[in-house]
């Protein structure tokens, strides 16, 4: 018994150790440095969005410094964010990657078993040339619900918007190849197609066209309104107050191979979710906060789609 005794003593002063060890390593996670109001970047200045001061929060409660590991996701043919996340955290460029969409689609084991990284803050010529090998992904708890919602020209101010069958009659404007594209092009077996114009993403200005009154209504991510309301202070734009019923969640993502640090990231979130101060952090960053939704894990957004 006493030998069981020393033993476990010993146990226990090494997990003291590794604790106290662990405390004073940083919790590093992975932010986009242009997604503004969830997290925004620009080189020699502090970063700022909801994501940064969620991660902060997430950090106080574990007691843990927080490093912020900024990279860029190139809007592309060839970019998959589930890819870059997965390649800068088997890299060990961060432990989480913040304002993650958590659907099925997102969260599948790899195709490929290996994948280039983003660019990201610090990455030198030989990072932007090599591979990753790859791991499996597995999400925290979701912390916000991100939407897509009718945003309203000048000319449309007013128009009640209950369903996507009220934009009809509505010059449309959208980008090509989105999820707001599918939608509208879909819609009743291509009802309002002959009103839809399409832009070009990164290229066209798409809320600007619609400020300016060229267009009446597009569909867009939620959180893209409330990045352009503070820009345009005297915008003709309006909210519709009406969210398509199909979102996502967005959470955190790590690798399967972290569990311990999953279990105490979702513990500081419900938490933090209890004392209402995610839906504040939200508020402070100019983000309209919507508390996450069931399904936590979005299924087939296409089927959903063509088959409401």
């Not at 990284?117 to 992904?137: H, K």
């Not at 569990?259 to 938490?271: H, I, M, T, Y």
């Amino acid at each position: 018994m006493t030998m069981r005794a020393a033993a476990l003593g010993l146990a226990a002063i090494l997990c003291l150790q590794m604790a106290a060890h662990a405390a004073d390593d940083p919790l590093k996670v992975c932010l986009d440095e242009d997604r503004p109001p969830f997290s925004s970047h620009q080189r020699g200045k502090p970063g700022t969005g909801f994501d940064v001061t969620l991660a902060q929060g997430i950090a106080d409660r574990l007691g843990r410094p927080l490093k912020i590991q900024w990279f860029e996701s190139k809007l592309d043919e060839d970019s998959s964010p589930q890819l870059e996340a997965n390649a800068l955290l088997s890299d060990g460029r961060c432990s989480l990657v913040g304002g993650y969409a958590l659907t099925r689609d997102s969260l599948v084991v790899p195709g490929v078993k290996t994948a280039k990284l983003p660019d990201f803050e610090g990455a030198t010529r030989d990072d932007r040339r090599r591979r990753v090998e790859l791991g499996v992904l597995t999400p925290s708890q979701a912390y916000v619900y991100s939407p897509l919602t009718v945003v309203l020209g000048p000319r449309a101010r007013g128009r009640k918007i209950n369903d996507i069958g009220d934009l009809s009659g509505l010059r449309l404007a959208i980008e090509s190849g989105t999820l707001g594209d599918a939608i509208l092009m879909s819609f009743e077996k291509g009802r309002l197609i002959d009103n839809i114009t399409h832009l070009v993403p990164g290229r066209d200005d798409l809320l600007g066209a619609l400020d300016r009154g060229d267009y009446d209504a597009t569909l867009l991510d939620l959180a893209r309104f409330d990045a352009y309301r503070p820009a345009h202070r005297d915008t003709g734009l309006t909210a519709s107050g009406w969210y398509y019923p199909v979102g996502a969640n967005r959470g955190y993502v790590a690798l399967a191979s972290e569990p311990a640090l999953l279990a105490a990231v979702n513990k500081a979130l419900a938490d933090l979710q209890a004392d209402g101060k995610i839906a504040n952090l939200a508020t402070q960053a100019g983000l309209t906060y919507l508390p996450p939704r069931e399904p936590t894990i979005l299924g087939d957004v296409w089927e959903k789609i063509i088959r409401p």
